[in-house]
């Protein structure tokens, strides 16, 4: 490993994973912990939930977790990071689908312990219902756990470059990256949403503990800046290095830039 490479893995909590299923096991195994000891003090676990690829994987487990394990969510209050804005719950490329397909459909959370920002609320109060988001979140005492994955362009939930540290949840305008990444997902760059509604950079980096997941070699690049370049809103992600909860889990074609031999 390089001098840099030494100094960040000195400094952040960094796990490299032989495969993207290790990692994802790895990530579920953290959640169900911490599900399981909080009910065991007769508490509720505050859990910020992602969306995408990354976590799709870390969702199968935990659902194998429910079916074979007995793990049980009912003492789970989930909140998810973003939704396409405008989008109707329904639509199947909705964040609410998603979440129902690969996780809430599979296991025992109660209904109303599930939280999203909503792809109908109205534009008129829109601020209104952002503010009240977070306020939902504060008055649950704050997440607990919250799992994050990374965009190629830095952002965490859909905060874009330019998101300032102390941003709150709002409406944004969805980066280039961003679209075309999900374009193939809508068959279409023209009919992914322009907008959504995300928690903000401050809404998540409150959390008490965060993972942030990054799988594969698409990822290095984004990986490699978000642990060595300068501190910036140009780049989201570099703002969970100045946290001292924040664990990174990669793979290791995530983590191939970040982890080269000594030249
Ligand atoms: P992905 O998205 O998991 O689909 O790559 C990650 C993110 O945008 O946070």
New binding site residues.
Partial sequence: MNKVTIDILLTNNIHICATAEAASIKVARVIADEIIKKRSLGQQLVLGL??????KMVYQELVRMHREEGLSFQNVISFNLDEYYPLKETHPLSYHSFMNQHLFDHIDIAQSNIHLPYGEWDVARLGDYCKAYDQKIKQHGGIDLQL?????NG????NAPGSAFDSCTRLIDLHST?RA?AAADFEGLEKVPLQAVTMGIQSITQAKKIILLA?GS??ADIIQKALREEVSAQIPATFLRTLPQVTYILDKEAAELIAEPLG
């Fill in positions: 992602a969306t995408g690829n990354t976590p994050l994955g990374i965009g190629r952002h965490i939930g859909f961003t990444d799988l698409r990822k």
